[in-house]
């Protein structure tokens, strides 16, 4: 192959070739086009021949050949060189320059791409620099040139550490053009087929069959008035399928009215439930309807019923009965037109067994269980999930990151006690503490691995679908969510947890042993939001 004669040692000629190089650089993103185009620069106007950019492969161990100028095809394929291995190999393992003099005096010169017959029969040399990224060797840049020449090795070290440096962000812009759209085609991929999901119309994500099985039996018993018991553990998506229930019902476009009963204190949560009259305790200035007058015509959602108390519960019994509420200090009957859906995540039947669930009251509301099966039940629901968080919220923090290797396969042999929930915290976390563009699996398993320490729990968990018989204890890991009554100290208790934790709500919920949802209603509950 013709080799271009080289041209003399002139400051005046470098700051050309640079100039020509950035504009090249700058013309086009396409790498396989610029790059080449600067290594025939080099050759043309410097003497610096065969220009190579060698780059290590996905695991880093193996590099080889991707762009070049004066190679053919062939001796391009049989760059490779495992890192460590030859001039090339030696560049890249320490970041160090390396000028081989005499090629056929050099023992570590392999003649791997090119073979000697080639080359000019004069004593050649071999210049291999660099291309740093973030003070890491990214790749190498090297050249021939015939050592007998004016021109110092200095200057040929000099003009190829600057090209190198250009060829560093143009690599790195290309990095980053190419994961910014794998990142778009990740999210259109995961966009159309949620499309194409019927789960997808209720905000409900998801594909595995005991999911589908159960969006199936909600929205069969949608259509009636029946009252619903959905169970299932903390995370599982119940307040989202009442809501469906509710809007595939005759009483969609009616109130849905929601109620966490273990989010309020129990005076409270009566007043809440069934409203109050004008000075019927102190501070109530002035009348006021309840939720449950509030659902009129549309569907009460009782969320953790199970932590109810024995008095609010025979109240409760007697609306379901006869579909009437008297507010605290009045003594007038209000008809109201609800359906109820009511969420545990506790067993209730245990509760009966226990005496602190009202038998008649769980007959009254158990018409019709649901039981959401919990995420690690879900076979293939993880990765769909953490796509759509990861979409979710990186649209929100305005950031672009995508999962990198082994980040998703990580996820799904976590246990996910918190479910959905947990899953959700973990992929914003992700989100807000990366630093990089692409989410590491050594990334997820710091998250993880807080996860797995903060404040073990035990709670009971309802995994059995009929409710009858067998009940199981289950360690719950740290998805901060042990249920709990309130106490009446609770408004200066939240302040002084927000204050503590500079008004982070994520952070304050999970010390306060709170979901983010409780946390939100109690804030809203006692005017602190
Ligand atoms: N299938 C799903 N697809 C997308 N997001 C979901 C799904 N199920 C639940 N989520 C999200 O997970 C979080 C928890 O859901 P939700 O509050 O409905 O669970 P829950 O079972 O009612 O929890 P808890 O028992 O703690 O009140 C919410 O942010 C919700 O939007």
Redesign the pocket.
Known sequence: MEIDQPIGNDPDQDALILSEAADLLGRSLEASITIPAVLRLLSQLAGLNRGRVVLPDNTGSKLSIQYAYGLRDREREQGVYNLGEGITGYVMQTGRVCVVEDIDREPEFRFRAVERATLPSEVVSFVAVPIMLDDQPAGVLGCHRIRNRPRAFQADIHLLRIVAAMIGQTLRIGTLIHQRTQHLEQQNEALRSALERQSFKH????ESPVLLEALEEATQVAASDATVMLR?E???????FARMIHEYSPRVGKPFVCINCAAIPEQLLEAELFGHEKGAFTGAVRSRQGKAEAADGGTLFL??IGDMSLDLQSKLLRLLQERCVQRIGGNQDIHVDIRVIT?S?KDLQQGVNQGTFRLDLYYRLNVIPLR?PPLRERDGDVAL?AR?FLHTFTHRHRRNLTLGPGVQSRLESFPWHGN??QL?NVMERAVLTTRSSVIEASDIEHILREESTVGEETEQVDSNPHGIGVREMSAYPSTG?PYQRVAESDPQELQEVLQRCRGNKTQAARELGL?A?QLHYRLEKFGLK
């Open positions: 905000g409900i994500l998801g299932g903390s995370g599982t998506g119940k307040e989202k969320d953790e969420a995540h959401l999930l759509h959905i929930r959700e969510r979901s949802r």
